[in-house]
């Protein structure tokens, strides 16, 4: 019968421990958040860049074509 009852000093370890472990959890989730959050500003700048690049590269490309087509007189 006193398997049933718990005196307030064991459920207060019990509570800490408990505490201690909803604390490592928040700890670990806030580090996938930033992990995320890291990992989507990361491929942000990428986009950016390869757009850049790539508008760049057109520009160039279609700046060239019309110089030959200048000297060629069509």
């Given at each position: 019968?006193e398997d049933?009852?718990?005196?307030?000093?064991?459920?207060?370890?019990?509570?800490d421990k408990?505490?201690?472990?909803?604390?490592?959890?928040?700890a670990?989730?806030?580090?996938?958040?930033?992990k995320?959050?890291?990992k989507f500003a990361?491929?942000?700048?990428?986009?950016i860049?390869?757009?850049?690049?790539v508008?760049g590269?057109?520009?160039?490309?279609?700046?060239?074509l019309?110089?030959?087509l200048?000297?060629?007189?069509f």
């Amino acid at each position: 019968m006193e398997d049933e009852y718990a005196t307030k000093a064991y459920v207060d370890r019990k509570m800490d421990k408990v505490s201690d472990k909803i604390g490592l959890l928040e700890a670990h989730l806030d580090t996938k958040f930033e992990k995320v959050n890291t990992k989507f500003a990361n491929q942000r700048t990428w986009i950016i860049v390869t757009l850049l690049t790539v508008v760049g590269s057109g520009t160039g490309f279609f700046q060239f074509l019309i110089g030959i087509l200048q000297k060629l007189k069509f």
